[in-house]
């Protein structure tokens, strides 16, 4: 069940709604059944479906709308009556003050939790806004490190952040060199200059010279970026051996397209929460330069037959199986299994039901899920690469669906 939130909503929430008219049932002698309906629990479910990362944006509420029907249909929360979810959807437009102003009148509206908002430097401005709201508030990507913190309790995030991210990219980029002869010894960095790119960007300029990774150049590229001729240049003239890219889609398309067109000679492309080697739409639509890039983001568990039934159904949808939409999915789903165990809609009881959560029925690759500070402690980051028509998880072994290729065949 959706519903577009409507500006200048006066609070009252559809609980409240549904009790008065419950008691106004009550008083003209209607059977006691009809009073016995469960409420519907309202939750605010904002991203950015409008600016430029409206391709993303979309994603991400297609995933949330989707779990929540999927839920809905499966009997609603059964400990509160069979209660029906119901998206309240925002629009944050992808910008941080339309993001905070519009979380702002969804906690003023009386949605019972949020789910959102995609961008880091809308989910900063975000979560500290729930704090004082006493909001639950799931983040669904965002990868900042500043999000989550012990003085920000009612924020949970299930997957990893960009610090946990940037170290394991390191670390695994030690393993795919070294088994392959470690072909790979300067590096440059390009980055989109958010908080996301640029944070990442500062961790690997911290790790990277640790395992004698020598960096020839860093860039940080505005958003949106219409043309990396220049920045393509730089490449050619710095002559890394390995390019590592951090950009939203549309960024992250245009440059490997660039690069690819301009036929950069690299032993490999590798991306840390890179925009599109963890997208089927980039690989449907530009194939050859696609191939054998690499990227250490967030992926779906390929071993879940849960994960692999919702991709189907996504694709036959005619849609994106992107992380976007079924970290999105997810999110709903750790909600979900709150307030299931909470048994109630209470802002509290689900932040205290977030807080115990060890979810175990989601579709990731990761260990028991433990939160600590908000963070998910059992999270990974998993490295993908670009081989032939799909996208394979190379790294973490256990849940790897195909070995790396690397370096990159000339």
Not at 70 to 87: D, F, M, R, T, V
Not at 109 to 136: D, E, H
Not at 312 to 329: H, I, M, Q, R, T
Request: aromatic fraction near 8%; include cysteine; glycine fraction near 8%.
């Amino acid at each position: 069940m959706t519903k577009t939130i409507v500006s200048g909503t006066n609070g009252i929430s559809r609980r409240n709604l549904l009790i008065t008219g419950a008691a106004g049932v009550a008083s003209i002698g209607f059977p006691a059944v009809l009073r016995a309906q469960p409420a519907t629990i309202r939750i605010g479910v904002q991203h950015p479906v409008t600016g430029f990362l409206a391709y993303s944006g979309g994603q991400c509420r297609t995933g949330a709308t989707m779990a929540i029907d999927a839920i809905n249909a499966a009997g609603g929360i059964k400990s509160l009556g069979g209660a029906k979810l119901e998206a309240v959807l925002s629009d944050n437009q992808s910008k941080v003050d339309v993001g905070l102003s519009e979380f702002e009148k969804l906690a003023e509206s009386g949605v019972s939790a949020f789910v959102g908002p995609y961008a880091s430097a809308i989910g900063i401005a975000t979560s500290q806004a729930a704090t004082r709201y006493n909001l639950p508030h799931v983040c669904d990507l965002t990868t900042s490190d500043l999000v989550i913190s012990k003085d920000k309790p009612s924020t949970f995030r299930f997957s990893p952040g960009y610090g946990q991210i940037a170290r394991e990219a390191v670390e695994r980029l030690v393993k795919i060199n070294d088994a392959a002869g470690k072909p790979v010894k300067t590096v440059m960095l390009v980055h989109e200059e958010s908080e996301t790119g640029s944070g990442a960007q500062k961790r690997l300029i911290e790790e990277l010279p640790k395992h004698n990774f020598e960096i020839v150049d860093t860039i940080l590229h505005p958003n949106p970026m219409r043309d990396f001729t220049n920045i393509v240049l730089r490449i050619k003239q710095r002559q890394p051996d390995l390019l590592m890219i951090g950009n939203f889609y549309n960024e992250y398309v245009l440059l490997v397209r660039t690069l690819h067109q301009q036929k950069v000679q690299l032993k490999g492309i590798y991306s840390v929460i890179g925009g599109g080697a963890t997208s089927f739409r980039f690989l449907r639509e530009s194939p050859e330069a696609a191939q054998y890039a690499m990227d250490c983001n967030h992926w779906y568990n390929p071993k879940s037959q849960k994960a692999l039934d919702l991709r189907k159904k996504v694709e036959a949808a005619g849609l994106d199986f992107s992380y976007e939409l079924w970290l999105n999915y997810n999110a709903i789903e750790l909600l979900a299994d709150a307030l299931e165990r909470a048994g109630s809609d209470k802002r509290d009881a689900i932040v205290a039901a977030l807080a115990s959560s060890t979810f175990k029925d989601h579709m990731l690759p990761y260990g028991p899920t433990k939160f600590v500070n908000g963070q998910n402690t059992g999270a990974l980051s998993s490295n993908l690469q670009v081989l032939g028509n799909n996208i394979e998880l190379i790294l973490p072994e256990e849940f790897s669906s195909a070995k790396p290729v690397f370096p990159r065949p000339a």
